[in-house]
């Protein structure tokens, strides 16, 4: 069973920057697509940032695009999120995933139902 572990949020003023870790245990995490995404008060869950297993695709939502990085360690089985340049609408409880193994195309990364694995959820508070 894979598990996801969120950490690094926190409360952090607008134009701050937040760096968010996901450390991944139980399964080949090198294999796995990655992603991370975040639900606001009141808002539906929607698609931040994902990463192939390789690294070399990473994906980003246009809200979030010039701002936040994804990036990957497979050798210490561990996806994170740089954000920077936060504003209070970037805040939210902002989730890890992860896809079962395999070649996706590009538009598969956009998609909640393409992860099977998910963190608790941390949150990230932007105050202006």
């Known amino acids: 069973q894979v598990q996801l572990v969120e950490s690094g949020g926190g409360l952090v003023q607008a134009g701050g920057s937040l760096r968010l870790s996901c450390a991944a245990s139980?399964?080949?995490?090198?294999?796995?697509?990655m992603g991370w995404l975040r639900q606001a008060p009141g808002k539906e869950r929607e698609f931040v940032a994902a990463?192939?297993?390789?690294?070399?695709?990473?994906y980003i939502a246009d809200s979030v695009k010039g701002r936040f990085a994804i990036s990957r360690d497979n050798a210490k089985n561990t996806v994170y999120l740089q954000m920077n340049s936060l504003k209070p609408e970037d805040t939210a409880v902002y989730y890890c995933a992860a896809g079962p193994s395999g070649y996706y195309i590009g538009s598969a990364y956009y998609r909640e139902s393409l992860y099977e694995y998910w963190g608790q959820g941390t949150q990230v508070t932007v105050s202006s």
């Open positions: 990463i192939s297993w390789s690294g070399g695709s990473p």
């Open positions: 139980g399964g080949t995490f090198s294999s796995f697509p």
